[in-house]
């Protein structure tokens, strides 16, 4: 289970820090119906990364993914391989496309539109980001795809999965407990985050994807030598 959680965490974690699911459920939390549309666009992040983690584990479990003695399957080095190359493409991708020192990356067009959001657009919302995504379904995938390639068994790898998706979830729950719990001075710690990661996106994503990228390089070479 150890080697299940381990692997996992790089991905789960790029996915907790990406910037656009926390500025967009702390735009939600400032609209009139921000309670509401702030817990619809979390459960529905949770619920979708859930959904699919749990596939894509389960479709790795059954491909043999492991070996019978629990190292990784061959083909697993060759998926942990593509997924390395394209980490690193949407690496520089994010770099060469970063807007210039001092301004701001345009935002997306449905922001504009957020405060006149319902609770199932804001779920609708949040699926679509959480796995429709380019960026985070390649970290489910790699994420999952090294849940299913550990040596754990049908436990270790259904905990593993349960803390991956707790993990990936933080960056739409901890603004969420912030606000349900700060009351009136959590408006100004998520206006401080949101300014933060609306400067920094092109910086965090560009230094995780290509970590992350090295890291699936480096395993997929272990798995395959």
């Given amino acids: 289970m150890g ?31 921000g309670r509401t549309n702030g817990i619809a666009f979390a459960a529905g992040w949770t619920f979708a990364l859930a959904a699919a983690t749990a596939l894509l584990v389960l479709l790795g ?18 998926v942990k391989l593509a997924l390395g190359v394209l980490f690193v493409l949407l690496a520089v991708k994010q770099f060469t496309g970063r807007p210039r020192e001092g301004r ?6 449905w922001m504009a539109a957020i405060d006149r959001f319902t609770p199932v657009k ?39 999965a349960v803390l991956m998706v707790v993990v990936a979830s933080l960056c739409t ?30 910086a965090v994503m560009t230094t995780v994807l290509g970590i992350l990228g090295a890291k699936y390089v480096g395993d997929a070479l272990t798995t395959l030598a």
């Avoid at 701001?104 to 067009?109: E, S, T």
């Avoid at 729950?173 to 092109?202: C, F, I, Q």
């Fill in 3 to 33: 080697d299940a959680i381990g692997q996992m965490l790089p991905s789960a974690v790029g996915i907790a820090i990406s910037p656009l699911p926390l500025i967009a459920v702390i735009l939600m939390l400032a609209t009139p119906e």
């Fill in 122 to 160: 804001s779920v609708g919302l949040a699926a679509a980001l959480a796995v429709a995504n380019p960026k985070n379904l390649v970290l489910v995938v790699g994420g999952a795809l090294a849940i299913a390639g550990s040596g754990a068994g049908t436990g270790g790898r259904t905990v593993a």
């Fill in 61 to 78: 479990s059954g491909a043999d993914a492991a070996g019978d003695d629990g190292t990784p399957a061959a083909w697993t080095g060759w």
């Fill in 104 to 109: 701001v990356a345009a935002p997306p067009g």
């Fill in 173 to 202: 729950t901890l603004p969420l407990a912030v606000y349900l719990l700060g009351g009136e001075r959590s408006a100004g710690t998520l206006d401080g985050w949101k300014a933060w990661m609306s400067v920094h996106n092109a």
